[in-house]
């Protein structure tokens, strides 16, 4: 067996003209892969944090000092020279002007591009699709409000931004279920790069053209396939269900309650804590659960979550980020 060396890999992401853009470097002659593509970053020297060899890494190849960095996604991959156990960070602040000290080459590529360069070193493919994801995933409450507030809402939200939701709702009869669902459909319509998924119902999905689907951590556990959908989500609340949605290839995950809710205020929540070290090797993007608000991103992000999920606290203004954010 292969010794597993731990690397850290920078996510450097910036505002471009166009949208969102992040940082790829292309591997040098000499070099295992050598004219490949990769996110830069290097190995964990000994007593090393990864957020320290994070840190000295991208000094040594890009001649920048990291000011803000949030952990994200962990993956495992064997490659012939060696497997390697990489830990990415978002990356988006730093000091310095950015020079390819120990790269052939650098470029900015907007995310979501349909034709980023090639080739791409291997074990750095699947980060392209989870940088698509929002921060903030919307989970339709009309249960509490009335299908026609809610759409409203979302109508407001969408235009400020939102673009992934869950149309969850299991307590509505079948037929406000269809109403809200294509309601919602409708208003995505609106906007091309909006996301909706459907809460655990297949057929439902099928029938209002979502995107996707959301599964139950009940329902995750029954599969042993990924449902044929573009995008698939689940619920987890342990770590075995993290692991079944990772071994299912879905796209992402939500994790909680992580905090106390309003549903549940006698639950006191798995905390912040037990949450960062549930997902600290989850190769999937997780999103935080339970006593979310738009306020709480920042701490999620820290703890390394890729965003927040909400049932409640979705509608308002628009944040930086695309999100919303209420008064």
């Not at 010794?3 to 166009?18: F, H, M, P």
């Not at 989500?233 to 994790?255: K, N, P, Q």
Request: proline share 6%.
């Amino acid at each position: 067996m292969k010794k597993i060396v731990d690397v850290a890999a920078a996510i450097l992401l910036r505002d471009g003209q166009e949208g969102a853009e992040f940082l790829l470097a292309l591997r040098p002659q000499g070099k295992a892969y050598a004219g490949y593509w990769e996110f830069p970053g290097g190995k964990v020297e000994p007593g090393e944090t990864l957020r320290q060899a994070l840190v000295r890494e991208i000094e040594e190849e890009l001649g920048v000092v990291i000011d803000r960095a949030w952990p994200w996604l962990s993956c495992e991959f064997t490659y012939p020279h060696a497997s390697v156990r990489l830990k990415f960070f978002r990356v988006t602040s730093w000091h310095g002007e950015i020079v390819a000290l120990e790269h052939s080459g650098i470029v900015w590529m907007k995310i979501g591009d349909s034709a980023p360069v090639a080739p791409l070193l291997p074990a750095n493919g699947p980060i392209l699709r989870a940088l698509e994801l929002p921060s903030i995933y919307a989970l339709t409450h009309a249960a509490g409000n009335s299908i026609e507030s809610e759409l409203a809402k979302l109508e407001t939200a969408l235009a400020g931004g939102l673009r992934l939701i869950q149309v969850r709702d299991k307590t509505l009869s079948a037929a406000q279920r269809l109403r809200l669902a294509l309601g919602v459909m409708a208003l995505a319509r609106d906007y091309g790069d909006a996301v909706v998924l459907v809460n655990d119902d297949e057929e439902l999905a099928r029938a209002t053209g979502a995107h996707g689907l959301h599964l139950s951590s009940g329902r995750l556990m029954q599969l042993r396939q990924r449902p044929p959908f573009a995008r698939v989500a689940a619920s987890c609340h342990r770590a075995e269900e993290l692991a079944h949605a990772a071994t299912l290839g879905l796209d992402f995950a939500v994790l909680g309650p992580v905090l106390p809710t309003p549903t549940h205020p006698e639950a006191s929540g798995m905390g912040w804590d037990d949450f960062a070290h549930l997902i600290e090797r989850s190769p999937l993007p997780v999103f935080a659960l339970g006593g979310m608000q738009l306020e709480s991103l920042e701490t999620a992000r820290e703890k390394g979550a890729h965003g927040i999920a909400l049932m409640r606290g979705w509608g308002g203004q628009k944040t930086e980020d695309g999100g919303q954010r209420t008064e």
